[in-house]
């Protein structure tokens, strides 16, 4: 039978039905795996599970390779270096589709906790400060009928958009490195990224993290916003220029921030965390136990393909 090295503990389910199919062992430790360990991960295992943070980088596969498999837990992957490990022999996959609908609905949770203040009044609340209801207090901002601005129109920034239009009568507007000729609701693909960041209330990061997309979101794009505006990122950290992202908060330029993901994760500055009009989330886009478990299955489904012989179902 064919071994198996799964990176972090994963829902049982997940391990069981891996365990069909391959001689398995996961890694009991839930940071990200060393460059010692994925070296040892590569030479002594079949096929490997990793997940977000595990270092599978060109210099990865510079050593011995076992494996011929990586089935990544995670719709992201930059990761790994998809071109090093394919010229190494191994296939990799991910798990689109699985994370979609979790994903759309912390964007919504971030919109709405940073536009209403939810999270600074919490911490009002909690630290005893609160002296009871009057009506100027903790006046935030109503996003119904506001414009939403999404980066990335996929699976994720369509599903962010229906939430937007649908739930909350927003206008949609987004930019897309090509044509969406379905965006799923009425939504208006403009020319360019400064001109979406110009017209949002609310912008929204949803697109995958490549070379193209690092810092995306830099100080130019940041200057095009309204200072009424606010940024929301669930997709991956350094799309976003943190220090740039900062800077804007920190003089007034924009309004606020919500934010799931960040740039040397899970370093988190403390300029961000002592900033009221921030909200932080710790990376809880697909920290759901069924979303998570169907991740997990769909990277099993792979692996199970490719034990088999067969074409992976979700190729990168």
């Known amino acids: 039978m064919k071994t198996l090295y799964i990176t972090r503990p994963l829902p049982e389910p997940v391990i069981g039905a891996a365990r069909a199919a391959y001689e398995v062992t996961v890694r009991p430790q839930t940071a990200p795996m060393s460059a010692a360990e994925v070296a040892a991960a590569l030479a002594g295992y079949d096929a490997i599970l990793p997940t977000l943070g595990d270092p599978f980088g060109a210099e990865a596969f510079a050593g011995e390779i076992r494996a011929r498999m990586l089935a990544n837990f995670g719709v992201g992957y930059n990761h790994i270096d998809v071109a090093a490990a394919r010229a190494a022999g191994l296939e990799v996959s991910n798990t ?81 490195r090509s044509p969406v000729a379905d ?59 943190e220090a740039a992202l900062v800077a804007a908060l920190s003089e007034g330029r924009i309004a606020g921030a919500g934010l799931d993901v960040y740039e040397f994760e899970p370093k988190v500055p403390d300029a961000l965390i002592a900033m009221e009009n921030v909200t932080l989330l710790p990376h809880l886009g697909t920290a759901a136990l069924d979303v998570r478990t169907g991740m997990g299955m769909m990277a099993v489904d792979n692996l199970i393909a490719h034990a088999e012989g067969r074409a992976l179902p979700n190729p990168v």
Do not use: Y
């Open 183 to 241: 965006p799923g609701v009425p939504a208006r693909q403009l020319g360019s990224l400064a001109e979406v960041m110009q017209a949002a209330d609310i912008v929204v990061v949803a697109v995958p993290a490549t070379p193209q997309t690092h810092h995306l979101i830099d100080a130019a794009a940041l200057a095009e916003m309204k200072p009424t505006g606010f940024v929301i990122n669930i997709a991956r950290g350094d799309i976003v220029d």
């Open 96 to 176: 689109p589709g699985a994370v979609t609908d979790a994903t759309a609905d912390i964007a919504m949770t971030l919109i709405l906790m940073t536009c209403r203040r939810a999270g600074e009044g919490e911490r009002l609340l909690r630290a005893g400060r609160w002296a009871g209801w009057h009506p100027t207090q903790l006046l935030g901002f109503h996003i119904g009928g506001k414009t939403v601005g999404i980066v990335g129109m996929g699976r994720i920034g369509k599903a962010i958009a229906r939430r937007c239009h649908a739930g909350f009568g927003m206008d949609v507007v987004f930019h897309n």
